[in-house]
């Protein structure tokens, strides 16, 4: 049976972007233990802190999917098991995978699969296969067009479809990539990628005469980005919207979270959709494309420049030392930069979140002051609880120029 909507899926990295996402809306989070998982630079859960992070979740009404999503070779088998049957115990809602060996194994403990984008799914007759053999969704590729993904929702009934709708996008198809491998033996299906293909090239010919490729960085797409026509994508009967970044900061996820959760839930005007995308550009971006659903790539759909376009940026200000609860009020160790009056900071934990707010009063010795100095402690009040060794950020514009 059709859901009313599509249930809206966030990353999370480590346990502060896991709270932001639930913080900020997410129906569901996916997430990746220290093996097996797609994102392996991410920080990720040990296999002890499995229970702990679906009781959580569960605990806030929100689906737990564990990414089991790399290749598994033979000598891994019997490991593989032993997170299954750990997975299985602690009652985690899917996992997301496309190795035989995981799903058979997944499915005969009766574990639900969803099956990972990395089978490169992209067809009606893939789908029904899929559906014999008792998977519950397929995470689509994302080289499907939008009248691709229409035409597969109205041929297969019975089973899910999962699609993109933001985030990080890859030159090689599905992700599946050998630059790494070959360049530095960091393999991408072991989620270990260094992605060399973000880099601007220079080629050389036999007798040493160079050439620059062009103004653009021509193995580093721009970011998907499907909020100026989500609601085309609502009406295709798509069952789940994910969010990539595991690998990006719990703001990010935070901040995405909160914009499609709006776009979820109401029909968005071109009013909204002009405020939402300022909201997205403020977050790290690559610039916006809007991937292969409404035609293939074109070579605008890459970025002119290397990292970040984003409009804001965080800088690392000092930790809190000391937390008062009953007035709500942070002791600030100030370690890096100047604190004042006014500036917008963001406070980050692994029970905190991340919490924004304004500096709307601070004291030094129980007087009040304007700004902070490096080495300064402070105390600093609060719109939230916070705890002890939670860091302090200050947002700014990334064009502004902030004193030390």
């Known amino acids: 049976m059709r859901k009313t909507k599509p249930e809206l899926i966030s990353p999370a990295g480590d346990w502060i972007s896991l709270r932001a996402a639930i913080e900020a809306g997410a129906d569901a989070v996916y997430f990746g233990l220290k093996e097996f998982s797609m994102r392996a630079k991410a920080k990720n859960f040990k296999l002890n802190e499995l229970k702990k992070v679906v009781d959580f979740c569960h605990k806030k009404k929100v689906k737990t999917y564990l990414t089991l999503n790399t290749i598994v070779y033979e000598e891994e088998l019997d490991k593989i098991k032993k997170i299954l049957k750990k997975v299985k115990k602690v009652k985690v809602d899917a996992i997301h995978s496309w190795d035989m060996a995981v799903v058979s194994e997944a499915l005969k403990l009766k574990i639900p699969v969803h099956l990972s984008t990395q089978a490169s799914v992209s067809n009606s007759e893939a789908l029904k296969y899929y559906k014999k053999l008792g998977i519950e969704r397929v995470i689509l590729a994302r080289e499907c067009s939008l009248e691709q993904i229409k035409n597969i929702k109205e041929k297969v009934k019975g089973i899910e479809i999962e699609t993109f709708i933001h985030g990080a996008m890859c030159v090689s198809v599905s992700g599946r990539c050998f630059i790494s491998q070959f360049e530095f033996g960091k393999s991408a299906n072991r989620g270990e990628c260094i992605q060399p293909c973000r880099r601007e090239y220079t080629v050389i010919d036999d007798e040493g005469k160079k050439l620059r490729l062009g103004n653009n960085f021509i193995m580093s797409p721009k970011d998907l980005c499907t909020l100026p026509f ?15 970044g595991r690998m990006r900061s719990p703001e990010y996820v935070k901040t995405v979270t909160e914009v499609y959760r709006e776009a979820v839930d109401k029909k968005l005007n071109k009013t909204d959709i ?17 991937g292969f659903y409404l035609g293939k790539p074109m070579p605008e759909d890459f970025t002119d420049v290397y990292g970040s376009k984003a409009a804001k940026k965080k800088e690392y200000v000092g930790k809190i030392i000391h937390f008062y609860s009953k007035i709500n009020v942070a002791e600030v160790k100030i370690e890096s930069r100047r604190l004042e009056i006014g500036d917008k900071i963001m406070i980050q934990g692994e029970k905190t979140g991340v919490h924004e707010q304004k500096i709307r009063s601070m004291e030094i010795n129980h007087k009040k002051v304007k700004k902070a100095e490096k080495g300064k402690t402070t105390a600093v009040k609060l719109d939230k609880k916070a705890r002890k060794n939670d860091k302090v950020y200050v947002i700014s514009r990334r064009d502004s120029k902030r004193n030390i």
């Open 274 to 290: 002009k405020r939402l995308m300022r909201r997205l550009k403020e977050a790290y971006n690559r610039g916006f494309s809007s």
């Open 230 to 244: 989500i609601e085309k994508l609502k009406k295709a009967g798509i069952d789940a919207f994910k969010i990539e």
